[in-house]
């Protein structure tokens, strides 16, 4: 058995780990068991959309074998993304009206849409959709700092080193599809849970948009 520390990142074998006992690596498994355990997932991943409609067969390069993370490294993403939704809704309000931060010359944009803004901004908030409604996605890297409070001296923290204001309609499918196939085989069996609740993710992405048009 390979040595891990419980607090840090790591792959596992859902089907041969214990939560708080037994941490095993897919590669400390045999061949068979890998492949029945990634037919497995196919099955669910297929179960919720046909396999005609996963492009090029995307869903099979998913693996079985997730990250398992600890309630620290989810509190550090919440709250990495509590200040990032603060920190752009701030901006946004200020666009125009901060003198101090000019913001239109530190991020300029093409003139029409500039204009476009502009014209925005002075419609009435009623008649639009709240901005705060918009999607962006990190990346992060994840860093090791120095902490002699962990058994292992060091613990992991997540830092931002791109955003972008996109997020393709496929990663909504692989994110809410994929922790279904998660819960599907059976993670609490062995102690874990999913880190995403698929039926929240989906229900939430469907308030964003007005299912009366």
Avoid at 18 to 40: F, I, V
Avoid at 94 to 119: H, I, K, V
Avoid at 129 to 136: F, L, Q, T
Avoid at 168 to 188: E, I, K, R, S
Wanted: proline share 8%.
């Amino acid at each position: 058995m390979l040595q891990y520390y419980p607090q840090l990142l790591r792959q596992i074998s859902l089907s041969q780990s214990k939560s708080g006992s037994q941490l095993t690596h897919p590669g400390e498994t045999d061949s068979p068991l890998r492949a029945q355990e990634k037919l497995r997932l196919q099955a669910s991943l297929e179960a919720s959309c046909r396999r005609s409609t996963w492009p090029k067969d995307s869903h099979l390069a998913c693996s079985p074998h997730p990250i398992l993370i600890t309630s620290q490294h989810d509190a550090a993403v919440r709250a990495i993304h509590e200040a990032l939704v603060l920190g752009i809704a701030s901006i946004v309000e200020r666009w125009w009206t901060d003198s101090a931060a000019d913001f239109p010359q530190r991020m300029p944009l093409e003139p029409g849409e500039e204009a476009l803004l502009q014209w925005l901004d002075t419609v009435h908030p009623d008649i639009l959709p709240p901005y705060r409604m918009g999607s962006w996605r990190p990346d992060f890297l994840v860093e090791s700092v120095t902490d002699p409070t962990t058994p292992s001296g060091i613990r992991e923290q997540f830092r931002i080193c791109e955003i972008n204001s996109r997020f393709c309609w496929n990663g909504f499918l692989y994110t809410a599809h994929g922790q279904q196939a998660m819960v599907d085989m059976d993670p609490q069996a062995n102690g874990f849970v999913v880190a995403t609740d698929p039926k929240q993710f989906l229900d939430d992405l469907f308030t964003l948009f007005d299912g009366t048009r």
